[in-house]
């Protein structure tokens, strides 16, 4: 695929036609105002909490040590998660791309019997449009983090990893409780005590009434068969306990090894993700426990390109990630563009990797090209993810997928030119056009006669001599 052309985005595939989506962002001065003032505060509490960590290096390291042996051992440690999560009465699905990962909940959901399920905030449902998908199913999900309930009442998409509606500032807020929430008080103040109000009072008849929850996670814990979500609302511990069928989808490279584990990333993601020492939820729950929460535990592990990432000697260090979303404060390109302008479910550093690592750099060729080099995310990631490294061997793969792409488009028409006698003999009357792309090639053939000589056609073709001689 060409530039500005197709990857996978939230709502399925998307346009990732950076550069005129930046060029467009950076000329909405509100939006550069909303996304420079959150980021900024994010950024600022990070470094505070950072520098009060004396071990904050070792724990890096330890992050970065624990990760990669998942990686490295990534089929063992999922089969033993499969066996404890199944031990503890959760029933385990793998799905190999999106579309199945899709389809595998809306099936499970419409075995229920139920027509709408409540939503934990989860990039991995996101990756794979679950939305959208349960719409079309006749299913209607409620998401209950906040940020991503204002995305959905105002039919907008995310922009950051943690704080997805940071390009919205109160007012906009008000505004759009008013117009979508039927029971937003017709007073509401752009307060935000009041704005959290209206939206717990519209949240707790949602938690009451429905029966099915669908989260991702933020951590799989092998040795248990667990699974942990971190948060700050309360309000996806709500969907994690309430409802009587709860279905996770999980990314494969959310493993952990052990339980002691999280004792290193319950340091690293609160500080990296809110800037706070500690979640103020952190909900575990391993498999089904009779008569308390959830009775029907499903758990859906996701590829989706996962295993082809791993399968790139610099590219895999991406998997590390734990979408803490500290690279993307602090990135400069982000600052200005905000996170719809990379047309992807992951914006920021991580996306301009990640994606193309998933979907193919050939998908999303422009991605890595969305950096300035600066290193600012490689300094703040927790998990010492290398993104300018990666991008500058993603950038490398892009100019090789594109130079490929020109050389197929080539010789598939040499192919069709050569492969009938009529058509061979109108090519070579053709022939003398070259001279003209000699004198000045139009781009894309530009590229190419810039730095090759391409030879003056024969006066005359073998054939044409041939048919004047015989
Ligand atoms: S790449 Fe590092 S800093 Fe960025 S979201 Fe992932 S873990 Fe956080």
Not at 175 to 203: N, Q, T, V, W
Not at 274 to 301: A, C, F
Not at 459 to 467: A, D, I
Request: aromatic share 6%.
């Amino acid at each position: 695929m060409s530039s500005g052309e197709l990857i996978w985005s939230e709502e399925g595939w998307a346009g990732a036609d950076f550069p005129q989506n930046a060029k467009q962002a950076v000329n909405d001065s509100q939006l550069r105002r909303n996304v420079r003032k959150a980021t900024g505060t994010i950024r600022e509490r990070r470094a505070g909490l950072v520098a009060e960590t004396p071990d904050w290096r070792q724990l890096r390291r330890a992050g970065a040590a624990i990760k990669d042996d998942v990686l490295h051992h990534l089929d063992g440690y999922l089969e033993e998660f499969e066996r404890n999560a199944t031990a503890r009465g959760a029933h385990v699905h793998w799905a190999r791309d999106a579309q199945e990962a899709a389809r595998t909940v809306t099936d499970l959901v419409r075995a229920t019997g139920h027509t709408e399920v409540i939503k934990v905030k989860s990039m991995a449902t996101q990756e794979i449009g679950l939305v959208k998908a349960l719409e079309q199913a006749g299913i209607a999900a409620h998401e209950t983090d906040l940020a991503e309930m204002i995305l959905q009442l105002s039919n907008d998409r995310p922009s950051h990893i943690v704080v997805p509606a940071l390009h919205r500032n109160r007012a906009e807020i008000r505004r759009i409780f008013l117009d979508g929430m039927d029971d937003a008080p017709k007073d509401l103040s752009d307060d935000p005590h009041a704005l959290a109000e209206a939206a717990r009072l519209h949240l707790r008849r949602l938690f009451l009434r429905t029966k099915v929850a669908v989260s991702g996670a933020n951590f799989a814990i092998a040795e248990t068969g667990g699974l942990l979500v971190a948060e700050s609302e309360g309000n996806g511990r709500m969907c994690l306990t309430l409802p009587d069928t709860l279905i996770s989808v999980v990314g494969i490279e959310k493993l952990l090894p052990t339980w002691r584990d999280l004792e290193v990333f319950l340091q690293l993601l609160p500080r990296s993700s809110t800037g706070e020492r500690m979640n103020p939820y952190n909900s575990v729950w391993s498999g089904v426990t009779p008569g308390d929460g959830p009775q029907s535990v499903h758990i859906v592990l996701l590829d989706n390109g996962r295993t082809k990432a791993l399968a790139d000697n610099i590219g895999r260090q991406a998997l590390r990630c734990i979408r803490c979303a500290a690279c993307l404060n602090v990135c400069p390109v982000y600052e200005r563009t905000g996170g719809h302008a990379y047309g992807a479910t992951y914006p920021g550093p991580i996306g301009a990797i990640l994606t193309p690592l998933l979907a193919g750099v050939e998908h999303a060729p422009q991605l890595p090209f969305a950096s300035s080099l600066c290193g600012a995310c490689y300094e703040v990631c927790p998990v010492e993810i290398d993104i300018p490294t990666v991008l500058v061997k993603l950038r490398h793969d892009a100019v090789k997928a594109e130079r490929h792409r020109l050389q197929d488009a080539t010789f598939a028409a040499a192919a069709q030119a050569m492969s009938g006698r009529r058509r061979w003999t109108l090519a070579l009357k053709l022939a003398p056009l070259v001279r003209l792309v000699r004198q000045g090639a139009p781009p894309p053939l530009s590229g190419w006669t810039r730095t090759r000589d391409l030879p003056d056609p024969p006066p005359e073709s073998f054939r044409e001599w041939w048919t004047k001689h015989r």
